[in-house]
């Protein structure tokens, strides 16, 4: 009987330290990925920032006449889908460093585990604290127009695909 003890004993013990072990790797690898990733986006963001002045004049000056005309109304959604594709991308990589850069990496992971999309109000929060008045409405504006661009090109092909 002793011995079966002994070796449940150690089975608990080996789970354990098993266990601990997963997470400690488990942490390590989140860390590492939260601390390359911002230096990625931190190469990346110039870029889609080009990418996202494109879009936001291809959509004032095309994509919103467009909208108006019933035959064009199809291709200015999916046009509109695309272009808030590429707002919210701008949005959730720049929310994600400027959260990881004012509160850092544990901030992140919060963010990160709230549907994946806390870090833009984690970053919105951040900034209100900090008293970054500007780049919490330039927050907001970026939410705003993610969302209104996305909602309003779907309306347009929902409306396209019911005329039909």
Sequence with gaps: ???????????SVGCGAASLVFCLVSGFVVYFFISKGAKIVVIVLPWLNVAFIICLLIF???LMPLSYFKRTKAAAGTGMLIAS?????TLWL??????YAMWGI?????GLFIFG?????????ATLINAEWYTLIELVILTALTFGVRFWGGYLLVGTSEEE
Aim: without cysteine; proline residues 3%.
């Design 94 to 99: 720049w929310g994600f460093l400027l959260t």
């Design 85 to 89: 594709i590429v707002f919210g991308l």
């Design 106 to 110: 544990g901030a992140v992971i919060i």
């Design 117 to 125: 999309i806390g870090v833009v109000p984690i970053a919105m929060l």
């Design 1 to 11: 009987m002793r011995v079966e003890g002994m070796k449940d004993f150690l089975a």
């Design 60 to 62: 004032g000056m095309i």
